[in-house]
Antibody, heavy 114, light 108 residues
C-alpha cells in the first residue's frame, strides 16, 4: 500500500522559513515525481511545484519562485518542501502527492502569525 | 498560464438528481484534464483522469466528458456521499499544472 506521511502542523512568524517532510512507503521513491499543493483556508488548490527524486530536478510555479525549495533524500524515501519569507497569506494546508496526483499525504497545516 | 474556470461555483441538488459540473480552459488542453473530489478535512482524491477515465474506487455514476477547452463532470444520480467540492485540473502545460477554483456540490 502506497503511503505518504507528512510532518505535523507548524506555527511560524512572518519572515520565517518552514520545512515540511513527506515520507513515502509502498513504492520505489525514485519512480514518480513528487508534487506539492497548497490550500489556503476555505480556498481552492494551488500547485506549488514538483521534484524528480531520481535526479533532484525541480519545477516551481512562478508565484513561488525564489521562496520555494523542493528536495529529496533517497536514503530515507523522504521529500521536503521549504518555503521562506513567510507571510500571512501562506497560511494553508500543504499536501505532497505522487506521480499524477493519485496518492496524497494527509496534509500539513502551516499557520503564519505574529 | 492555462486558466481553468469552473461553473457553477455552488450547485445545490437533492440525492437522486443529476449533477452537471463544467470546466472551461483558456486554451486547448487536449485530453489532459482530470477531476478531483474533496471532502471536508480530507486530501483531494483523484476521480477522473484524461477526461473520461474513472480512478480506482469510483462508481460508474461519475462520468467525465469533453475535449479541447470544454469539459463536464456528470454525476448521474447523486448519492449522499457525493456531496463535496470538485476540482478540475490540467496538465497539458506539464510540468506546469493548474487547478480550477472548484465547484461546491451541496445538499438542497
Amino acid at each position: 500500500e502506497v503511503q505518504l506521511v507528512q510532518s505535523g502542523s507548524e506555527v511560524k512568524k512572518p519572515g520565517a522559513t518552514v520545512k515540511i517532510s513527506c515520507k513515502v512507503s509502498g513504492y520505489t521513491f525514485s519512480d514518480f515525481y513528487m508534487q506539492w499543493v497548497q490550500q489556503a483556508p476555505g480556498k481552492g488548490l494551488e500547485w506549488l511545484g514538483l521534484l524528480d527524486p531520481e535526479d533532484g530536478k525541480t519545477k516551481y510555479a512562478e508565484k513561488f519562485q525564489g521562496r520555494l525549495t523542493l528536495t529529496a533524500d533517497k536514503s530515507t524515501d523522504t521529500a521536503y518542501m521549504e518555503l521562506s519569507s513567510l507571510r500571512s497569506e501562506d497560511t494553508a494546508v500543504y499536501y505532497c502527492t505522487t506521480g499524477l496526483f493519485v496518492n496524497w499525504g494527509q496534509g500539513t497545516l502551516v499557520t503564519v502569525s505574529s | 498560464e492555462i486558466v481553468l474556470t469552473q461553473s457553477p461555483a455552488t450547485l445545490s441538488l437533492s440525492p437522486g438528481e443529476r449533477a452537471t459540473l463544467s470546466c472551461r480552459a483558456s486554451q486547448n488542453v487536449s485530453n489532459y484534464l482530470a477531476w478531483y473530489q474533496q471532502k471536508p478535512g480530507q486530501a483531494p482524491r483523484l476521480l477522473i483522469y484524461d477526461v473520461s477515465n474513472r480512478a480506482t474506487g469510483f462508481p460508474a455514476r461519475f462520468i467525465g466528458s469533453g475535449s479541447g477547452t470544454d469539459f463536464t463532470l456528470t454525476i448521474s444520480s447523486l448519492e449522499p456521499e457525493d456531496f463535496a467540492v470538485y476540482y478540475c485540473q490540467q496538465r497539458s502545460s506539464w510540468p506546469l499544472i493548474t487547478f480550477g477554483q472548484g465547484t461546491r456540490l451541496e445538499i438542497k
